[in-house]
């Protein structure tokens, strides 16, 4: 939710978030526009109340919890928050807090009494004005901006004298792992923004730099709780939590329910990471089935195993699609002949490959069929690479027409590897294309260029499944080509097809599926009935 694009906002509604620490005193506001650079750093959020009866204007946290569901990669938070304005006049209060950077946010509650209200997303500047003229006609109203993808505001008005209200806040993200780890980062601290001063390129006028904070070694105000239920849908190998006491009780292999130490009641003034690992000695899959009102959904998953010997590793072929058209001329075609010339380089005897060059035609360096990565024929492919010069159109989506007519041997892991600065406007027909195709090749995308389409380039990677680079330098490349090679070199299942019995599924999610790699998990979602 880009905070240029779309607010929730709750109008007679309201909702605050993750970790405040409490005070409520104007004399409190500590601004630190130099907060970088001093000592005086932040330890947790802070809650502001906007005032002046420094004795009468109260609105403590008394309380945070978060209950996190994760299933399989996919986390599920429920952040509740309990205030209560215990002065003698209504309140307007500011709070600035952390936020997940993968999260997605779709939804906010708030209870005041036995009322539950629902907030609703509207964009930006209809928010604000609406949020705004709540609070003139004295309704209880609230407003959720957000400034950062990791940075939110919550501007809530009249808070009446007695009330007690419980808000939730609801996000999912998708867990990705690093080196066969998942960890999952719940934030509980904004870092004062060193503001820059007034005039210098440093300084962008933001107000909501200077939010108040708390001094540290201050304890938090409020309590905190958390509890992490993780059902994988495959053996839990290890799960830790380094940053805080808990206890963690397993409930079968594939079950486990980490919950906070009573001694961490004050925990709320450092990030809580939660680090799991499920890939064992073989490939592992598992299956989650969801039963709603609204249908079924599933989640299955393909992990690879933590080690690969080479017996694991099924043939391989690559296919280096190469942009040569005419905005290629100069620096980027030589950077994409860099390149290529280090992936092929890269290559084992066994391997098969294959060169496509494509402008407003393309042409194959072996028409026939891909070759075995033998010295002669590496020396015949870049002789055929450095023999290209820019010029004509770029028909990206007839290239990869043609690259999947391609004769393939059965049973060998394909991957595509094209080189573009991706300037073409038919985007959303190149991701279709693939996404369709994924079942015969991945796809891994390298944007080459001092300014490419990056839209066109990480949409292709990620419609292919694979991942996407940008050389925006000639040095870049050997870095990135060796980058890749670490990525594709090991991949364990290939050729997937994906069968039931007794059950209907529909609306697979992706349309085909991808190789399993190592160090790469493969995710299929979809309904069932």
Request: hydrophobic fraction near 40%; charged fraction near 20%; aromatic fraction near 8%.
């Amino acid at each position: 939710m880009s905070h240029r694009a779309a607010t929730l906002l709750l109008a007679c509604w309201t909702g605050f978030s993750p970790l405040a620490c409490a005070r409520s005193r104007p004399a409190a506001f500590r601004p630190d526009p130099q907060g970088e650079a001093s000592g005086d750093r932040t330890l947790s959020p802070y809650f502001f109340v906007k005032g002046d009866d420094t004795g009468l204007d109260q609105l403590p946290l008394k309380a945070t919890s978060a209950k996190v569901a994760i299933a399989g990669v996919i986390a599920d938070v429920t952040v509740t928050q309990v205030y209560r304005n215990t002065g003698t006049k209504p309140l307007e209060a500011i709070y600035v807090f952390p936020g997940s950077t993968r999260s997605a946010v779709h939804g906010m509650t708030m209870r005041i009494g036995e009322r539950v209200l629902k907030a609703q997303i509207k964009e930006h500047g209809q928010a604000r004005a609406d949020y705004e003229q709540a609070k003139q006609q004295g309704r209880s109203a609230s407003l959720l901006e957000q400034h950062r993808p990791n940075v939110f505001q919550m501007n809530v008005a009249n808070i009446l004298p007695g009330d007690e209200i419980r808000v939730e806040l609801r996000y999912t993200e998708l867990l990705v792992p690093t080196d066969g780890t998942y960890s999952f980062v719940y934030p509980t601290v904004v870092g004062p923004r060193y503001a820059g001063r007034v005039g210098t390129a440093s300084s962008t006028g933001e107000t909501w730099v200077a939010n108040p904070y708390t001094r540290a070694g201050e304890k938090p105000a409020a309590t905190f709780d958390l509890e992490v239920k993780l059902s994988a849908g495959l053996p839990i190998q290890r799960m830790a939590c380094d940053t805080h006491k808990t206890s963690i009780a397993y409930d079968g292999r594939a079950d486990a329910t980490l919950r906070l130490d009573p001694g961490e009641a004050h925990g709320g003034n450092r990030d809580v990471i939660v680090k799991y690992q499920l890939a064992g000695n073989a490939v592992q899959s598992g299956l989650l089935l969801h039963q709603g009102q609204d249908g079924n959904t599933f989640l299955l998953m393909a992990q690879p195993p933590k080690r690969v010997t080479p017996k694991d590793l099924p043939p391989r072929e690559f296919v280096f699609i190469m942009d040569v058209s005419g905005s290629q001329m100069g620096f980027p075609i030589e950077v994409s002949k860099v390149l290529m010339k280090e992936m092929i380089q890269g290559l084992r005897p066994q391997d098969l490959f294959n060169v496509m060059v494509f402008e407003g035609t393309s042409a194959f360096w072996s028409p026939k069929g891909s070759q075995h990565a033998t010295p002669e024929a590496t020396a015949q492919a870049l002789a055929f690479v450095g023999s290209q010069h820019g010029g004509g159109g770029t028909e990206l989506g007839s290239a990869l027409q043609k690259a999947l007519g391609l004769p393939r041997v059965p049973g060998i892991s394909r991957t595509f590897v094209v080189s573009t600065d991706g300037y073409i406007s038919a985007d959303g027909q190149v991701f279709d294309l693939i996404r369709k195709n994924l079942g015969s090749a991945n796809l891994f995308a390298f944007g080459i260029g001092s300014s490419v389409n990056r839209h066109l380039i990480e949409g292709m990677a990620h419609a292919g499944q694979g991942e996407a680079f940008a050389i925006t330098k000639p040095e870049q490349a050997a870095a990135e080509a060796e980058r890749f090679r670490a990525y594709v070199s090991t991949p364990v299942l290939t050729n997937l097809k994906l069968t039931t019995n007794g059950f209907h599924i529909q609306d697979l999610e992706p349309l085909q599926l991808p190789d399993v790699l190592a160090d790469r998990p493969v995710i299929w979602l979809g309904a069932w009935t």
